[in-house]
Antibody, heavy 124, light 112 residues
């Protein structure tokens, strides 16, 4: 069974750091790009960051550039999101998502597996 | 960035009746390979989103055939031929042509 299990969320003060992890199982991890998508309380979905299957290319939405860093360890089947200089507006449920191709764009056939999410709360 | 605009914001539906959601993009999503980089997702209450449609019109594995996607370029539509109670939730369109990937604001489908 294909599964994604996020961990590492929690309560952190503004300016603080967290590292999210996503353990993947049931598929050949290195063959697929991965993304992090977040959802603020009561709001819609926002794509945050993505990485190709090899890890050679990374992508970010503007609001997190320079603060959040995506990476992956294909030997451990694990995706990461290092979150630094956190702000209140980063408060959200963070979903780990599997793409259906080794690249993120263009014209890839969707994000077919989503984790259950991990909650990040940035507050003093 | 490509802006995705969905309508309506809320859609009350009667079981057994059809439903339709519109999604427009600020630029064409038609790629040179002939595919439209447009996906549809459904987030049921309390659950993670799930993929319904990719490339604008291809149903994902396990998606009932009452769901269909049409459109090309900048205008897309998700149709449910006969709504069932399990179809309630928030529907999102998303463009995958370029980063940042962007979602529409969502359409909440609820039973009348």
């Amino acid at each position: 069974e294909v599964q994604l299990l996020e961990s590492g969320g929690g309560l952190v003060q503004p300016g603080g750091s967290l590292r999210l992890s996503c353990a993947a199982s049931g598929f050949t991890f290195s063959r697929y790009a991965m993304s992090w998508v977040r959802q603020a309380p009561g709001k819609g979905l926002e794509w945050v960051s993505g990485i190709t299957g090899s890890g050679g290319s990374t992508y970010y939405t503007d609001s997190v550039k320079g603060r959040l860093t995506i990476s992956r360890d294909n030997s451990k089947n694990t995706l990461y999101l290092q979150m630094d200089s956190l702000r209140a507006e980063d408060t959200a449920v963070y979903y780990c998502v599997k793409e259906t191709d080794v690249v993120l764009v263009p014209a890839t056939p969707g994000m077919d597996v989503w984790g259950k999410g991990t909650t990040v709360t940035v507050s003093s | 960035d490509i802006v995705m605009t969905q309508s309506p914001l809320s859609l009350p539906v009667t079981p057994g009746e059809p439903a339709s959601i519109s999604c427009r993009s600020s630029q064409s999503l038609l790629y040179s390979n002939g595919y439209n980089s447009l996906d549809w997702y459904l987030q049921k209450p309390g659950l993670s989103p799930q993929l319904l449609i990719y490339f604008g019109s291809n149903r994902a594995a396990g998606v009932p055939d009452r769901f269909s996607g049409t459109g090309s370029g900048t205008d897309f539509t998700l149709k449910i031929s006969r709504v069932e109670a399990e179809d309630v939730g928030v529907y999102y369109c998303m463009q995958a042509l370029q980063t940042p990937l962007t979602f529409g604001g969502g359409t909440k489908v609820e039973i009348k």
